[in-house]
């Protein structure tokens, strides 16, 4: 059951990323952020992939800015300490249902969160869910399933120039597809020029490590044309991974040494 969470899960995170970007605009965790939209999507019921039996409102924030405003008041962090740079799910349910709802449970548990806290929501200053119960979930930046989500989205379909021809150059800046065609832009090129990602040159030839937006760290070789991520191991898409075409950026923009070490003119 939570297997099958966990691929609806990431099919809704990835529709969001993919129909809805402005979700993640201003954040430089979009895959993070794509991932907690998506929980409150499918468990206020705003998709047709889960139903949940019961009515639940989810909301969320980061731990840190919610106990900067609570922490006075309330014991959600008697057991946990403040995690500065995690999600704190607060999940909202009638007050009759005696166990958490099983749509929840399946949920945070394929998303990977922690379940840190469960009381009556009018104790806890609740006011517009009062008679009502809500449980915590935690939830690190940097979880494995973003990863997961990344190779979901990376998995599109191949890279086409505008005449119908495909694009094999990784300098090829200009692919696109069918489904991104209105932006001018494949979604690897896309995501590319979007995610936060700090490179440097690690040799003179050409290799580069490129530290995503994730937190994982891979060596991309500009010459050979090759990353350790795995899109590049596994799929060896057109066009090269994000992370090369990152560095192809990179470098014909003067951010970091060519490949044979010169510095930018």
């Known amino acids: 059951m939570v297997e099958d969470s966990l691929d609806t899960l990431l099919d809704e995170a990835a529709h969001i990323a993919t129909d809805y970007p402005a979700v993640a605009t201003g954040v430089d965790d979009s895959l993070h952020e794509y991932l907690r939209y998506a929980v409150l999507r499918l468990l206020e019921d705003d998709t047709n992939r889960l139903s949940p039996t019961v009515d639940v409102t989810v909301g969320y924030g980061r731990d840190k800015a919610m106990a900067e405003s609570w922490r006075a008041t309330v014991s959600w962090w008697d057991e946990l300490p403040v995690q500065e740079d995690w999600t704190r799910f607060r999940v909202f349910y009638p007050d009759d249902v005696a166990q958490v709802p099983r749509a929840?449970?399946?949920?945070?548990?394929?998303?990977?969160?922690?379940?840190?806290?469960?009381?009556?929501?009018?104790?806890?200053?609740?006011?517009?869910?009062?008679?009502?119960?809500?449980?915590?979930?935690?939830?690190?930046?940097?979880?494995?399933?973003?990863?997961?989500?990344?190779?979901?989205?990376?998995?599109?379909?191949?890279?086409?120039?505008?005449?119908?021809?495909?694009?094999?150059?990784?300098?090829?800046?200009?692919?696109?597809?069918?489904?991104?065609?209105l932006t001018g832009l494949e979604a690897?090129?896309?995501?590319?020029?979007?995610?936060?990602?700090?490179?440097?040159?690690?040799?003179?030839?050409?290799?580069?490590?490129?530290?995503?937006?994730?937190?994982?760290?891979?060596?991309?070789?500009?010459?050979?044309?090759?990353?350790?991520?795995?899109?590049?191991?596994?799929?060896?898409?057109?066009?090269?991974?994000?992370?090369?075409?990152?560095?192809?950026?990179?470098?014909?923009?003067?951010?970091?040494?060519?490949?044979?070490?010169?510095?930018?003119?």
């Not at 949920?107 to 009556?120: I, P, Q, T």
């Not at 399933?145 to 021809?165: A, C, I, K």
């Not at 990784?170 to 692919?175: E, G, Q, T």
């Not at 010459?223 to 596994?234: F, H, I, K, N, Y």
């Open 104 to 181: 929840v449970s399946d949920v945070m548990s394929a998303l990977g969160a922690w379940r840190v806290w469960a009381g009556d929501a009018l104790n806890v200053g609740a006011y517009d869910h009062r008679s009502r119960r809500e449980v915590h979930y935690c939830w690190p930046l940097g979880h494995p399933v973003e990863d997961e989500l990344d190779e979901r989205l990376d998995q599109d379909t191949t890279p086409v120039v505008p005449d119908g021809g495909q694009m094999g150059d990784v300098r090829a800046r200009k692919a696109v597809t069918d489904q991104t065609r």
């Open 188 to 265: 690897r090129t896309r995501r590319a020029l979007d995610e936060s990602m700090d490179v440097s040159l690690l040799a003179k030839g050409g290799r580069y490590e490129v530290r995503s937006q994730s937190g994982n760290v891979y060596d991309v070789d500009i010459v050979a044309t090759t990353c350790t991520c795995p899109d590049w191991q596994q799929r060896e898409p057109d066009g090269g991974c994000k992370h090369l075409r990152r560095v192809d950026y990179e470098i014909k923009h003067g951010r970091i040494p060519r490949p044979d070490g010169r510095l930018p003119e």
